[in-house]
């Protein structure tokens, strides 16, 4: 089955703790994607990558990281987690061809709260 | 700054009423699409529209993209509880670009 996978689905975790939520896509994407949602504001583009070493920010950057090692990969990291960041987070996979904009395929979501 | 707005933010009606929800930019998209996201899911894709006052229909749903490819409106026919969930509108300049979501439109349909 074509998915993407996050893990884990819940965390809840302590100021300055490091974390990783994996992020995992099987249909050989080369387009891959992290979002935070929060009320209101509707989905934030945290980072995103072309292909395989090649990663770009989004529009809210600040306080993670992420790496793109493996085409179907593409773990985020939180150096030092900051309740500001408790959020609902998505990764998407997506082809990229043509000029129109294809389908994303988001992952099940990851709900952290930093305490 | 390019920017999406939605309208209307929450909607609460009565199953087999018809709803329009409405999605706008200052900026011109090439491609404009809508997502449904359900409670403890990740948005799925309703449709793509790429061509100004392009409209298309999925079943009960018509989405219409604007001449001018600044907005874009999803309509409801006959809504039924099932339809409940938030609505998502994004745009993209180029398959390359950076993909701008709306705020979303939280839809409640009563049976």
């Known amino acids: 089955e074509a998915q993407v996978t996050q893990n884990p689905r819940y965390l809840i975790t302590v100021t300055g703790k490091k974390l990783t939520v994996t992020c995992s896509q099987n249909m050989n994407h080369e387009y891959m994607s992290w979002y935070r949602q929060d009320p209101g504001l509707g989905l934030r583009q945290i980072y995103y990558?072309?292909?395989?070493?090649?990663?770009d920010k989004g529009d809210v950057p600040e306080g993670y990281k992420v790496s793109r090692k493996e085409k179907r990969n593409f773990p985020l990291i939180l150096e030092s987690p900051s309740p500001n960041q408790t959020s609902l987070y998505f990764c998407?996979?997506?082809?990229?061809?043509?000029?129109?904009?294809?389908?994303?395929?988001f992952g099940p979501g990851t709900r952290l709260t930093v305490l | 700054t390019q920017l999406l707005e939605q309208s209307p933010q929450f909607l609460s009606i009565q199953e087999g009423e018809n709803l329009t929800v409405y999605c706008n930019s200052s900026s011109v998209f090439s491609s404009l699409q809508w997502y449904r996201q359900e409670p403890g899911e990740g948005p799925v894709l309703l449709v793509t529209?790429?061509?100004?006052?392009e409209v298309k229909k999925l079943k009960r749903l018509t989405f219409q993209f604007g001449d001018a490819r600044k907005d874009s409106s999803l309509h409801i026919t006959a809504a039924q509880p099932g339809d409940t969930g938030l609505y998502l509108c994004a745009g993209a300049q180029t398959s390359y670009d950076k993909v701008i979501f709306g705020p979303g439109t939280s839809l409640s349909v009563i049976p």
């Open positions: 529209v790429v061509t100004g006052g």
């Open positions: 990558s072309m292909n395989v070493e090649v990663t």
């Open positions: 998407a996979s997506r082809l990229v061809r043509g000029t129109y904009y294809n389908e994303q395929f």
